[in-house]
């Protein structure tokens, strides 16, 4: 096969075998663009969880995006392989480091490598794969489609009774065990909040997926009228619309908080127990708060304080929305 780098004037065929999840996909979306630059005009399928794969729909240079739902005893790989294996492929792009990657026709092969992981952010780990020259930050595609489905569900809620003012979107999900926030507690943040002076005037917009709403409704009730409710209402990408129209953003360590950052809004993290200098939200506008602030030390996320949230919240606001109202 002809090399790929040459293959650009007709359009190189490249698979990219995205992550599974939500916020690895935000954390290698720096990839589509690098593809873009190493091989102009490329053509690009995109295989991805069902989650993330709306984030690749406007992505430039992607043309098919295969949904890979996980299925008992890794079949989902065989139904992969039988979708792509017939097409020869001038460059495969294996960010999950699977075998796939080995067991199709390629001119380029870039297959991820856990032994890569020494202990620097994975958004460079990324980077290393795709040989760029500089760290591949996170970026999104979001389109018309996304921003209507968002209005769609905030503008709504703003004429019925939140009215206009800056917004706080906050996310209180998080799906792996331990970076959880307690969800009183993120009542108590929206009390408090309630009666900053920093926020008078403020909404509060609470966001998740399907199936979140039981750790959103004490926030959401905290916040009364001034709520509203971004909870289950859309797909990622619509998600990523709302919370773009935030002014700043509070969440666990999760999808929804490297979908933030990647949105462009300012973004404060909540971590327990899991590396907040290794997946920290990845931005310029970006902060942590830590219920072990020491690094390579850890605590459950139960140690963090409201008091701890609410005072990196106002530093937040301090630093990026100040007269906002």
Partial sequence: MSDPQNASASGARVLFIS??????????????????????????????????????????????IIVVNKGKWASHWVRLWAEVVKQPWDVVIDTRGSMLGWLVRAGTRRIYNRGWETGVPKVEVVSRLMRAPRALEPELYIDDRARAEAAAVIDPQLAGGAGPGPILALAPIAHQKGKSWPRDRWA?????????????????????????QPPAAPALAAAGPRGIDFVGKGDILASAAAISRATLFVGNDSGLMHTAAAAGTPTLGLFGPTEWWLYGPRGMKTRTVASNETRGQFAPIEDLTVDAVFAATLALHDAYAKGAA
């Fill in 19 to 64: 992550p599974n999840r939500i916020g690895d996909s935000v954390i290698a979306s720096g990839v589509v663009r690098e593809i873009n630059r190493q091989w102009p005009g490329a053509r690009i399928t995109v295989a991805a969880g069902g989650p993330p794969a709306p984030f690749f729909r406007s992505a430039p240079g992607v043309e098919r």
């Fill in 188 to 212: 108590a943040l929206v009390e408090r909040l309630k009666a900053e002076p920093r926020f008078d005037g403020w909404r509060f917009m609470l966001v998740g997926g399907p199936g979140d």
